[in-house]
């Protein structure tokens, strides 16, 4: 019976394979190819490319508008960070401590920025900071990124402390640290990898906002991604690209930090035998 | 007395479970203000914004007054013209008719211009004529039109329709009743309807691109599962403009695509591939396929091969064994990736915006569009009303299938 089945199953796992992979060149060929396009001495974008230079990088270097909004990008991406870590980190203590039915509604209403379309927010954001002299500056859209980064940070650190063994804690009460102790040398070295991670989440988040920071930002206060979509919308220059490949790169450094981050929290969870 | 030990042991126990609950609560406070005074309270209030009516009340306060009193059927009385005539004058020398102008222009096209002579001429005039429903009429005839009046008595009322009408091309009539609006003018149902057609094209191609790719991942061995993995992450973690700007230099006229199809002799001259629905529903579909991988890689991972081996064992061809044995299991996550794309679909902005053509935009854009271009917010409000009615429809649907710690599982 089997016998008769297989070249057909054969055929058909070849099948599946072959589309798998022409999927993950779908997904990722259209991000590759045009990072050598950046380099291109030409501004065109089409293969063979007749020489290579780095001008349009030095273009992006020489810029004053994308010196600017890497500094707004990077001013509103580590305040948010930091805020948001903050605030949402003591959320979701408070959450995992919380025996209550409220919890449940809490974690609603916490994440919910996360679930409504961005273009609400901005609207909304927009109507309601304009009056409270929050639009057109960089505090307003710090308060609106943090806003936006709290979910992803409540999600993550939840997680982490479900799965924090609580006797860890009463173990090293019982060996005689005080609660401070306990936290300082149990909880934090454990939480950690969790820590960082979602700190990344929100910075990438606020770093790769658009539709809100659009709503909220007057010229001075553009971001990248709103450089970027102003070139994009206009028309496109290799500058463009040079800008993206250097957004990709930053991607790929924070997506191995992420990884090494998780893998870190593996080991430390195997190390002490925490359920994964 | 043991019962009487037993109920304060209770007592106790109830007043420490509340202090530490309080304590928590204490902890969860500054995100909260963040979320509910940045995000609920500032969305409750845009939403509001969908049903408001007050240009009128203000500019206009004693007509409005008058307005409210009558039964809406043909011309008003006496009064009302008077009212109107003092509210017209006061805004005219006071500059405060604009608003009360573009709300009523909304309804009928003329109304600025028809607030504004009718007031200038009131101002000039000194003597208290004998009735005002005819000095109205003769400074202009549309005085003395059913239709205006319906259109003011409309205006008066505390809250409105109009908005959500708008949003579906209906409006009412001078009898009040609702109607659809003439066909030149009609919009937004066509909007509403491409923004739910191009987000369905957009699951099904993501689904029929990311099933394979997630069982073809699961069956992977390590190191290259982990390749294929980060692979996946990399789109997921680089920033949508990124990956459309790819797209409009990959589709555009002279781009890598119609420079390929002409290298291989595929086509004559190039194809029209961007600034079109073709160009959004590829690059939309490109940029939200991770989602459907991960969420359908994440339910692929738990389930236990042994069943379709099983499957096979007992006679069931491979077909079968897929259709009857392995897809059923894998049920909840094409749901909760159908659901969760869909819902980042029909909110997109980024995307359709750079890579559609002006027949290709959905609802996020006009919501933008009506914010920054025509500052029509009561519009943007009921459009953004419907886009949230569909996403919350939506989500707990989603949560029960993926639970909501998943979405942005890496």
């Known amino acids: 019976m089997a016998a008769r089945h297989a070249p057909a199953e054969r055929a058909a796992r070849g099948v599946t394979y072959a589309l798998g992979v022409l999927g993950l060149a779908f997904l990722v060929a259209p991000i590759l190819v045009i990072i050598p396009l950046s380099f291109n001495a030409e501004s065109f974008f089409s293969y063979p490319m007749p020489g290579v230079s780095l001008r349009w990088y030095e273009k992006i270097a020489q810029s004053d508008a994308w010196r600017r909004a890497l500094r707004n990008s990077l001013i509103v991406g580590l305040a948010t960070t930091v805020i948001a870590t903050l605030v949402g980190g003591l959320a979701a203590l408070g959450l995992s401590r919380l025996r209550s039915r409220m919890r ?55 997680a982490a402390l479900v799965n924090f063994d609580t006797n860890l804690m009463r173990a090293a009460a019982s060996l005689g640290a005080g609660p401070i102790t306990a936290y300082r040398r149990i909880m934090v070295p454990l939480m950690t990898p969790a820590l960082v991670s979602s700190a990344l989440f929100v910075f990438v988040t606020s770093f790769d906002e658009f539709i809100v920071t659009s709503f909220l930002a007057g010229p001075e206060q553009y971001t990248l991604p709103i450089q970027m979509w102003s070139g994009v919308h206009d028309d496109v220059t290799p500058t463009i690209l040079a800008a ?11 997506l191995v930090s992420v990884e090494v981050l998780r893998r870190r929290s593996e080991r430390l969870a195997g190390r002490v035998g925490v359920k994964a | 007395m043991a019962v009487h030990g037993q109920a304060t042991l209770k007592s106790e126990l109830r007043r420490v479970e509340r202090g530490r609950n309080l304590r928590a609560l204490a902890l969860v406070a500054p995100a909260l203000l963040f979320v509910v005074l940045g995000f609920v309270v500032p969305i409750a209030l845009t939403l509001y914004k969908g049903v408001e009516n007050r240009e009128l009340v203000r500019s206009m306060p004693l007509v409005t007054a008058a307005l409210r009193q009558w039964d809406g059927k043909g011309l008003p009385a006496e009064a009302v013209y008077a009212a109107l005539a003092e509210d017209l004058k006061q805004g005219f020398t006071q500059r405060t008719l604009g608003p009360a102008g573009r709300r009523l222009n909304l309804e009928i096209t003329g109304f600025v211009s028809l607030l504004q002579s009718s007031g200038r001429q009131l101002a000039q005039r000194q003597e208290t004529p004998v009735s005002y429903a005819a000095l109205m009429a003769e400074i202009d005839r549309r005085w003395a039109e059913p239709r205006i009046w319906a ?32 066909e030149e003018r009609r919009l937004y149902v066509d909007i509403l309807l491409r923004s739910l057609w191009i987000s369905l094209c957009v699951t099904a191609i993501c689904l029929a691109i990311a099933y394979p790719m997630a069982i073809t991942m699961t069956s992977m061995r390590q190191p290259l ?54 160009g959004v529903i590829v690059a939309l579909s490109h940029v939200l396929l991770p989602y459907m991988v991960l969420t359908l890689y994440a339910v692929m991972k738990g389930v236990d091969p042994q069943y379709v081996r099983a499957a096979r064992s007992l006679g069931a061809d491979p ?8 897809l059923p299991q894998t049920m909840p996550g094409v749901g909760a ?74």
């Open chain 1, 244 to 254: 993206a490949t250097l957004f990709i790169l930053a991607s790929i450094l924070l």
């Open chain 2, 225 to 278: 599962a982990n390749i294929a993995l980060t692979l996946v992450l990399l789109p997921f973690w680089t920033s949508v403009l990124v990956r459309t700007a790819a797209w409009v230099v990959l589709l555009q006229r002279e781009g890598l695509v119609n420079g390929t199809l002409l290298a291989l002799g595929l086509v004559s001259a190039p194809e029209s591939l961007i600034f079109n629905r073709f």
């Open chain 2, 151 to 182: 259109a003011m008595k409309r205006a008066a009322a505390p809250l409105t329709d109009f908005y959500f009408l708008y949003a579906f091309d209906l409006q009412r009539d001078e009898r009040n009743e609702i109607v659809n609006v003439p």
């Open chain 2, 319 to 326: 077909w079968q064994a897929f259709r009857r044995v392995y």
């Open chain 1, 104 to 158: 449940a509604v809490l974690v609603g209403v916490l994440i919910s920025p996360m679930i409504i379309p961005g273009v609400i927010i901005a609207l909304a954001l927009f109507l309601f900071f304009s009056p409270l002299g929050l639009a057109g500056n960089l505090p307003g859209i710090i308060v609106a990124h943090t806003i936006l980064g709290i979910p992803f940070v409540v999600i993550t650190l939840t």
């Open chain 2, 337 to 410: 990736g159908c659901l969760l794309v869909f819902i980042l679909a029909i909110g997109s902005y980024v995307t359709p915006a750079l890579v559609g053509g002006r027949h290709d935009q959905m609802i996020a854009y006009f919501i933008a569009f009506n914010v920054n271009q025509t500052v029509n917010w009561g519009l943007a409000a009921a459009l953004s009303t419907f886009l949230l009615a569909v996403v919350l429809a939506l989500y707990p649907l989603y949560g029960r299938l993926a639970g909501i710690d998943r979405l942005r599982a890496s």
